[in-house]
């Protein structure tokens, strides 16, 4: 006896997989703010560690916790901001961004791309406008990080509520009918 799998395209597999983190993200233990507190913490991160090169991992679960936020609903804002790919769209908004607030130009010798060649000579030019080039990003996508964060604090808390308020109703509905059921069998 063979068990046929269904087949699902990309899109759909990603549309499930939002679905599913979310779900699990409204079933998250610890109330309507530790929850949206965590998962923003959690997205607004993810917009962090392609500037940051990874390293902001390094800081995640402590930043976390110090906040006082739902490790698990951070992970899934984490997974979350990954899927819609904004981290990689932002960027070169962010690099612009960057440049606007903080405007340093770095002139030394010639502009070329960067060489390992050059650097293991001696020659830092290129390594010193890879830098700040990756600082710019590094501005941009924190105030990218920030704003995002807390646009999604406000959505996640309403949505957590208002699932909170409907599970309350099922249940109140459920018992209700036992009630009834009960009573109906007594008399």
Same mark, same amino acid.
């Given at each position: 006896m063979s068990i046929k799998h269904k087949k699902y395209n990309f899109f759909q597999r990603l549309g499930r997989a939002f679905k599913l983190n979310f779900l699990k993200l409204l079933r998250s233990p610890g109330g309507a703010k530790k929850v949206s507190l965590g998962f923003a913490i959690g997205f607004g991160l993810e917009m962090l560690v392609i500037s940051s090169a990874?390293? @902001?991992?390094?800081?995640? !679960?402590? @930043?976390?916790?110090?906040?006082k936020g739902s490790l698990p609903a951070s992970i899934i804002g984490n997974v979350i901001g990954k899927l819609t790919l904004l981290p990689v769209i932002l960027l070169p908004f962010a690099r612009k961004l960057g440049k606007l607030i903080f405007? =340093?130009?770095?002139? =030394? *010798?010639?502009?070329?791309?960067?060489?390992?060649? &050059?650097? @293991?000579?001696?020659?830092?030019?290129?390594? !010193?406008?890879?830098?700040?080039? *990756?600082?710019?990003?590094?501005?941009g996508m924190t105030i990218f990080g920030v704003i995002l964060s807390v646009i999604s604090y406000f959505i996640v808390h309403y949505f957590y509520e208002k699932e909170r308020v409907n599970r309350l109703?099922? $249940? &109140?509905?459920?018992?209700?009918? $036992?009630?009834? $059921?009960i009573n109906k069998n007594f008399i």
């Open positions: 990874s390293l @902001i991992y390094i800081l995640f !679960v402590p @930043i976390v916790r110090l906040a405007p =340093m130009k770095v002139k =030394m *010798g010639h502009n070329g791309s960067f060489s390992f060649e &050059r650097l @293991i000579h001696g020659d830092f030019h290129s390594l !010193v406008s890879l830098i700040h080039g *990756g600082f710019h990003a590094l501005i109703k099922r $249940r &109140r509905t459920k018992s209700e009918i $036992r009630i009834k $059921r």
